[in-house]
């Protein structure tokens, strides 16, 4: 990331978040994911949606 900073830098412009652009806190959720998985793992149900096909995806809703 940090060419892109470095670029906006040199544009006079600065890159937020989504989150700060709201003014909210960055939660940064995707870098937490292997700690969130183990702390709160899916359910067995939803465990098992994921291994069906794509196409019955698409037509059945996740058990969430």
Do not use: C, H, V
Not at 19 to 45: I, T
Not at 51 to 64: H, S
């Amino acid at each position: 990331m940090e060419p892109i900073f470095k670029t906006a830098q040199g544009a006079r412009s600065k890159i937020i978040t989504a989150a700060e652009f709201l003014g909210e806190e960055n939660r940064l959720l995707e870098a937490k994911r292997k700690q969130l998985f183990r702390d709160y793992p899916p359910n067995s149900d939803y465990e098992k949606w994921t291994k069906i096909t794509e196409l019955k995806r698409q037509k059945i809703k996740p058990p969430i």
